[in-house]
């Protein structure tokens, strides 16, 4: 942090004195350049903001301050007008379990009254923060709870990188200032694997991990978030240009006839469309393999014939395939794969040369674990005709 102080110039004097109508606007989540907009528009001279950008950037995510009576670089007068126009508002956690495997899930509050969750998974060298990206879920992939739900809404990008800086402040992450410098991660590594699609809502995810990634705040490097998606093909080399994170698809079957069952996007874009569009992939976004998310589903996707077709079909894409043994849910139409067969199929895929990880699940007993996740105050199913709808693609 810089430790010049800024002058008290005229500019900063003559700052308009009354707040914005309609309340004020939350900084989180505002890319470099819409927080410079904003600065400008509220009264900042030009010619001082990007400095200033630079200065509450640091604060908000470097330091993670909340009011701007903290911004001790900033000229008292600058301090209280900002906070007359600005806020620095992140989720409210409504309740925080943990699991007794130290996995904690966060129930959080955003605005409307809705609810999304938001799991942190401690490992021995890292530890794994699973971020959510719309309140439900458009999409009605058979297995997973979260695709019972209604999509409510996108969450914004305030709301998602919000996520971060709540698990970050509950873990006790932020640095102290005048203390040695922590150099162990806990939120090492984030996950886009919550509820919703991302690439549903990409102007927002996309800004939201700008932020996240930016060398002076939160930092973390591109190589250490990954994306999911079900497979949404168009958005896929966009992810790539514009985001620049690791991938990994929700792949689940080798035949479309079975994939247009579990994943109904495939009826959209099928595994030969889905397939072209992760071959581009690493080339455009410049990075290695793309994860290969696979469930295991007792007597649906599981043989050694579905193992053997999975390896032809990435034949030539740079991957691994991580193998998912089914979480239930109440109500779920499937059974998780025997521990035998889930071995037996990450066999035939090991010896084809792939790294093929079983995922353990984490945190099953607060129902945390992959898929499981649905808001609790978001009961609403989806009615029939919208998810025949979806399965059509239409
Ligand atoms: N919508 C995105 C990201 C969220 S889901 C996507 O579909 O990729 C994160 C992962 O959990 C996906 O691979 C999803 O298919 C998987 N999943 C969903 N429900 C599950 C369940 N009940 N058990 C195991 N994995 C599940
Ligand atoms: Fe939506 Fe992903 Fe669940 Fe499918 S698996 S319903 S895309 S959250």
Known sequence: MTEATAPITQDVLT????????????????????????????????????????????????????????????AKDYRAFLAERFEIAVPE?????????????????IAGGHEVETVYIPEETRGTLCISSQVGCTLTC?????????????????????????????????????????????????VLMGMGEPLYNFENVRDAMKVVMDGEGISLSRRRITLS??????????????????????????TDEVRDRLVPINKRWNIAA???????????????????EYVMLKGVNDSDADARRLVRLIQGIPAKINLIPFNEWPGSPYERSDWERIEAFA????????????????????????????????????????????????
């Open 15 to 74: 700052l308009p004195r009354k707040p914005p109508e309609g309340g004020r606007t939350n900084l989180v989540g505002l890319t470099r350049d819409q927080l410079r907009d904003a600065l400008v528009a509220a009264g900042t001279p030009e010619r001082q903001a990007k400095m200033r950008v630079g200065q509450i950037w640091q604060w908000i995510y470097h330091w993670g301050v909340r009011d701007f009576a903290q911004m001790t670089n900033l």
């Open 142 to 190: 058979s297995f997973c709870h979260t695709g019972t739900q209604k999509l409510v809404r996108n969450l914004t990008a305030a709301e998602i990188v919000g996520q971060v800086m709540v698990a970050r402040d509950d873990l006790g992450e932020w640095p102290v200032q005048g203390a040695p410098k922590d150099e162990t991660r806990l939120v090492s590594n984030v």
């Open 93 to 109: 956690v409504v309740t925080r379990q943990v699991s007794d495997d130290g996995t904690r899930k966060y129930l959080l509050r």
């Open 347 to 394: 066999d035939i895929i090991y010896k084809a040369g792939y790294a093929s990880p079983i995922r353990t699940p984490r945190g099953e007993d607060i129902m945390a674990a992959c898929g499981q996740l649905k808001s609790a105050t978001e009961r609403e199913r989806k009615s029939r005709a919208q998810i025949e709808a979806e399965a059509r693609g239409s």
């Open 229 to 254: 998606t079900s497979g949404v093909v168009p958005e896929i080399a966009r992810a790539a240009e514009e985001i620049g994170c690791l991938l990994a698809v929700s792949f689940h079957a080798t």
């Open 274 to 292: 889905l397939l072209a569009a992760l071959r581009d992939y690493p080339r455009l976004s410049n990075s290695e393999r793309i994860t290969f």
